[in-house]
């Protein structure tokens, strides 16, 4: 695993839950327009962290369009938990 990569996604994925509870929590007018994309940032980030977690530093420092639109799409490996 590339735990410096998957720390930096988490990190920014942690910074924009905070935010956007810290919007919702402090601003009333805080709607649709604002919560969409604020969770597709987390969400990037967190579908980042978990696809390209056995990226290479070089493979992370040189990818391409096509590595990032793969790294960003919704897991298709991490089966949800049935509850």
Do not use: C
């Not at 994925?13 to 009333?28: F, H, K, N, Y």
């Not at 805080?30 to 990226?55: C, I, V």
Request: net charge negative.
């Amino acid at each position: 695993m590339n735990r410096d990569w998957v720390l930096f996604h988490l990190k920014e994925g942690q910074e924009e839950l905070a935010r956007t509870i810290r919007d919702l929590e402090g601003d009333p007018t805080y709607e649709y327009g604002d919560f969409w994309p604020a969770m597709q940032h987390l969400y990037h980030h967190l579908n980042t962290a978990w696809n390209a977690r056995d990226a290479t530093p070089a493979q992370v420092d040189a990818h391409t369009d096509e590595d990032f639109k793969r790294w960003t799409k919704f897991p298709s490996d991490l089966a949800m938990m049935d509850l």
